[in-house]
């Protein structure tokens, strides 16, 4: 097997984006350009298709690439189809040779050459789906500010909700929003349509900042991860922390049923 290795972690939170970019990066060195010989999905109950459907759409075909795409992560093969694995809160992708051993398993990939991907999940929500739709929004990394201006005017939302709703920007979860929005010190109950210009220009500037960063932090400790989330380096939304590094307060608050961690560093706009 290649040496690309899990790394075991408690999974307690949804995988974002810098995660999954990681995933898609070491997936890649595993599978790219390999042939998937057999699809079996034992847990068929979120699948979009018959497997019947799945197994003629996939098996024989080449995989192209691992990309990241929004909070899921696609497989795309030489004959146009792509294979979209969302992971909800508890999924994991684990490497197995010959026989897939793993327990609540959702889907395996058998590839040529006996190694093989299964996506696992004991809740039964990871999500497999056959030739996802595109969707509107636009990813995390490419948004423009003409276009995060235009949504938050609209609404009097709390910031941190907008940056975190998948319909309007895709990729950012509870943890990342509430990085982001200490970089750029907005406070995350801060009403979005009163966010001066300058400071949307500030949050589109913390928002590719913090999540490249932290793709590579992630690469830098756990270089081979394909599941799990590595999150000590965060600066915020620390659970067991009482300061930031800065000397600040951490607090902690609900919103929108999310635990929220945030300090008086951060301007509220209301």
């Known amino acids: ?133 595109e969707k509107d929004a636009p990813d995390a990394l490419d948004v423009e500010k003409e276009y995060l201006m235009g949504k938050l005017a609209k609404t009097k939302k709390p910031v941190k909700t907008v940056l975190m709703d998948q319909k309007v920007l895709r990729g950012i979860g509870n943890a990342y929003a509430d990085e982001i929005l200490w970089d750029a010190k907005i406070s995350p109950f801060s009403i979005s349509n009163k966010l001066p210009e300058e400071v949307v220009s500030k949050l589109i500037k913390s928002i590719k900042e913090v999540l490249e960063d932290a793709e590579k932090q992630i690469i830098k400790s756990n270089p081979d991860l394909i599941s799990g989330e590595v999150r000590d380096f965060l600066k915020v939304h620390l659970p067991r922390q009482k300061q930031t590094a800065t000397g600040a307060t951490i607090y902690q608050k609900e919103l929108n049923a999310r635990k929220t961690y945030y300090t008086d560093e951060q301007e509220l706009f209301e």
């Open 1 to 133: 097997m290649d040496k690309l290795v899990v790394l075991s972690l408690n999974i307690t939170t949804m995988p974002e984006l810098p995660d999954l970019q990681v995933f898609a990066r070491n997936l890649n060195k595993l599978f790219k350009g390999k042939t998937l010989e057999k699809v079996e999905v034992p847990h068929s109950k979120k699948l979009n298709v018959s497997i019947e459907q799945l197994k003629d759409a996939l098996e024989g075909a080449k995989l192209h690439d691992v990309r990241r795409v929004g909070k899921e992560l696609h497989f795309a093969f030489n004959n146009k189809h792509v294979l979209g694995q969302h992971l909800m809160l508890h999924g994991e992708f684990r490497l197995f040779d010959g026989e897939n051993k793993h327990k609540s398993t959702i889907i395996e990939l058998h590839f040529k050459g006996e190694q093989g991907l299964a996506i696992t999940d004991f809740q039964g929500a990871a999500t497999p789906t056959l030739d996802p739709e």
